[in-house]
């Protein structure tokens, strides 16, 4: 059974339309992550959570929001998508804190920007 | 963030071995993960390193220096299957570095 579960699996929206990527873990772990990930590079943190304190990476855009209602659900919020923001997004969990213990992804959401 | 430099392709033949090297910063340096993602999904564990040595587990196996900032995934009896990216994480002062991943093509 899927224990990080991401949705929609893939979302096409057009420029400068609102998008919610959300996920979902069933292993109570107190870390999250977003990631977003482009052809052929790296996997890129966004930003993470252990439990409710969140922690925005320095270079992430204003264009990219997150909540966490409660330790099972994550959001990524894209206010104005651009056509850079086309990517896989990948959520993550861990049960240890950051950089300190195995990642568990989620399928990922591939979002088109048209 | 921290550097990690991995080779960007490797192609080998179904029965084969490959060895994925990866050099990481050693500074504030807490252990080293390796992930298989294939193409379209979502990075899975494969390993983690802290102390120097060899680790195995079946046909994968990962090998650390700390001191030569150097880590290595074998993989042996290579598979159809096994083709994928293989990503090299590097834990620094407790923030994650991903490698841009070592693509492994197994023919037939």
């Known amino acids: 059974d899927a224990m990080v579960i991401q949705n929609p699996r893939y979302q096409v929206t057009q420029f400068g339309k609102p998008v919610t990527l959300s996920c979902s873990q069933t292993l109570n772990h107190n870390v999250m992550y977003w990631y977003q990930q482009k052809s052929s590079q790296a996997p890129k943190l966004l930003f993470h959570y252990y439990d409710k304190d969140f922690n925005n990476e320095a270079d992430t855009p204003d264009n990219f929001q997150s909540r966490r209602p409660n330790t099972s659900f994550c959001f990524l919020d894209i206010r104005s998508p651009g056509l850079g923001d086309a990517a896989m997004y990948l959520c993550?969990?861990?049960?240890?804190?950051?950089?300190?213990?195995?990642?568990?992804f989620g399928e990922g959401s591939r979002l088109t920007v048209l | 963030g921290q550097n990690i430099d991995q080779p960007t392709e490797m192609t080998a033949t179904e029965g084969a071995i490959v060895q994925i090297n990866c050099t990481y910063q050693?500074?504030?340096?807490?252990?080293l993960f390796w992930y298989q993602q294939h193409a379209g999904e979502a990075p899975t564990f494969l390993s983690y390193?802290?102390?120097?040595g060899l680790e195995e587990k079946g046909r994968f196996s990962s090998f650390l220096s700390r001191s030569k900032g150097y880590s290595y995934l074998l993989l042996k009896e290579l598979q159809m299957k096994d083709s994928a990216s293989y990503l090299c994480v590097s834990s620094n002062d407790y923030k994650l570095s991903f490698g841009a991943g070592t693509t492994v093509t197994v023919r037939a």
């Open positions: 993550a969990t861990s049960r240890m804190g950051i950089g300190a213990g195995e990642l568990f």
């Open positions: 050693t500074s504030g340096f807490n252990g």
């Open positions: 390193n802290v102390l120097d």
